[in-house]
């Protein structure tokens, strides 16, 4: 059952699952919704409070406006946790999810426990980057379903077995109740983020990175600079995966994070993978 929060005038929903001290956060990618992060939700449940949330304009959340700024989204996840009573958590954050959970970081460090950047990058949008973004941008005015079905199987590399089929189909229905505002307003809100590596550099909590081998979108190596930066970072390198790595690669990928989750609530230090 989703529940909901207020932040600015619009509803924010999520979901709560588990009943622990240990707080656990999941913000899903873009054109996303917390529905992504299910089969993880169930493992982490057994032994944390999970709440996965809609970022504005995705799934049942409402859209911000006609930009929605990274600071804004993590102000909702700061809400969901106030509403709920949750002074710190963990915070796992896919893709557009981790440029939120850097944002959280830098608004509100005190509330942090942990952070993890999958398949995410601290480094702001290059010049091309945001070119390729804008390029978007007129797409989705045009034909943002076309846009949707077009973006979506691209983000799967290797062998399309049936369970990454199956995967695939998934995303793309969710990404299809994705309104064309909610869209148009992350791509500009993703465009105009910080560069936040300095956030990584003076992180006082756990930080862990992890990437695809074959991710188009974020590569590997940028990803294992930055986990280099923090005094208390690990990386895990997914050999098979590309950037939806946590379906490509699910089952290693959720002993990671289980295992990254128990280290940010006994300060031990991850191994780099």
């Known amino acids: 059952m989703l529940k909901t929060a207020l932040y600015k005038g ?10 622990s ?3 656990v956060v999941l913000l899903h990618g873009f054109l996303e919704n917390h ?8 493992v ?20 911000l406006g006609y930009v929605q700024s990274m ?10 946790l106030n509403d709920n009573r949750k002074r710190k958590a963990v915070i796992i954050g896919h893709s557009l999810g981790g440029y939120v959970a850097l944002a959280f970081g830098d608004l509100y460090p005190d ?4 952070l993890c950047l999958f398949n995410s990058t601290a480094k702001a949008d290059s010049i091309e980057k945001v070119k390729f973004r804008n390029r978007a941008i007129e797409v989705v005015k045009e034909n943002h379903e076309l846009f949707i079905k077009s973006a979506i199987p691209n983000l799967f590399v290797g062998p399309k077995t049936n369970a990454i089929r199956g995967a695939i189909r998934r995303v793309l229905n969710m990404a299809l109740t994705t309104p064309k505002q909610g869209i148009l307003a992350t791509l500009e809100g993703m465009k105009i983020r910080a560069d936040r590596e300095i956030i ?4 006082p909590y756990p930080v862990l990175c992890v990437a695809g081998k074959q991710d188009l979108v974020v590569p590997w190596r940028v990803l294992k600079k930055q986990s280099e930066l923090c005094e208390n970072g690990s990386f895990h390198l997914s050999e098979k995966g590309g950037h939806m790595c946590f379906f490509e690669d699910k089952y290693p990928c959720l002993k990671v994070l289980e295992k990254f ?3 940010c609530y006994s300060s031990k230090k991850l191994p780099v993978y």
């Not at 982490?44 to 859209?63: F, Q, R």
């Not at 990584?200 to 992180?203: E, G, K, P, T, Y």
């Open 200 to 203: 990584l550099r003076f992180a």
């Open 21 to 23: 001290k240990r707080t």
């Open 44 to 63: 982490l449940a057994k032994t944390n409070t999970v709440y996965s949330i809609d970022l504005p304009g995705h799934g049942s959340s409402d859209c």
């Open 261 to 263: 989750v128990i280290s």
């Open 71 to 80: 600071e804004d989204m993590a102000g909702c996840v700061q809400q969901v």
């Open 35 to 42: 529905k992504v992060w299910n089969d993880y939700t169930k």
């Open 111 to 114: 509330s942090l426990n942990g």
């Open 10 to 19: 619009a509803k924010i929903n999520y979901e709560r699952k588990g009943n």
